[in-house]
T-cell receptor, first 115, second 112 residues
Framework: DAGVTQSPTHLIKTRGQQVTLRCSPK?????VSWYQQALGQGPQFIFQ???????QRGNFPDRFSGHQFPNYSSELNVNALLLGDSALYLC??????????????FGQGTRLTVV | EDQVTQSPEALRLQEGESSSLNCSYT??????LFWYRQDPGKGPEFLFT???AGEEKEKERLKATLTKKESFLHITAPKPEDSATYLC?????????????FGSGTRLSIRP
């Protein structure tokens, strides 16, 4: 059983460019959340997708947008990249309808460097 | 505002020297508290979920406990391979898919 997979693993972009990161959730999971993790910090919640809609959003500007496809996979798009967007971007998948089994499983992340 | 604070920021132990990591939280309606392990450059690896005060869970040399205001991750006789950053996170609200709020982590280093 494949876990959460993210692509690409590393990416270098120039300020002002746009980037798209991809995530395939763990088999059987229907909810995808995205996190940004700066060096030495804990992951910060960006947003969450379920049933192809954004359900919750953290304190991130509109430059950050996303999409979820019918097969539950997801994309994170960031426009007008800033140097401060350099971070490890993590995707986590979970199951929405389980009452107690709420743990999220994370992918290995995409390391984005903005130069 | 929901908040998670972990201490210490960093901890260096000798192999075999037991210790505890602390996670203090402020949240309305705790649904679950999670512990994750994260190795450098990798995604967090799930360790435990705790749901209510008094609950304890164990896995090999790790034991997690929960009170109404904090959680502890006890490490007994650690080995060098236990070196990693340990993240605490809380989930609040009614939905099983509510957002998860992380602390900044404790960087644990075990010397042989």
């Amino acid at each position: 059983d494949a876990g959460v997979t993210q692509s690409p693993t590393h990416l270098i972009k120039t300020r002002g460019q746009q980037v798209t990161l991809r995530c395939s959730p763990k088999s059987g999971h229907d909810t995808v959340s995205w996190y940004q993790q700066a060096l030495g910090q804990g992951p910060q919640f960006i947003f969450q997708y379920y049933e192809e809609e954004e359900r919750q959003r953290g304190n991130f500007p509109d430059r950050f947008s996303g999409h979820q496809f019918p097969n539950y996979s997801s994309e994170l798009n960031v426009n007008a990249l800033l140097l401060g967007d350099s971070a490890l971007y993590l995707c986590a998948s979970s199951i929405r309808d389980r009452v107690l089994n709420t743990e999220a499983f994370f992918g290995q992340g995409t390391r984005l460097t903005v130069v | 505002e929901d908040q998670v604070t972990q201490s210490p920021e960093a901890l260096r132990l000798q192999e075999g020297e037991s210790s505890s990591l602390n996670c203090s939280y402020t949240v309305s309606g705790l649904r679950g508290l999670f512990w994750y392990r994260q190795d450098p450059g990798k995604g967090p690896e799930f360790l435990f979920t705790l749901y209510s005060a008094g609950e304890e869970k164990e896995k090999e040399r790790l034991k997690a406990t929960l009170t109404k205001k904090e959680s502890f991750l006890h490490i007994t006789a650690p080995k060098p391979e236990d070196s990693a950053t340990y993240l605490c996170a809380v989930q609040a609200g009614r939905s099983s898919a509510s957002k998860i709020i992380f602390g900044s982590g404790t960087r644990l280093s075990i010397r042989p």
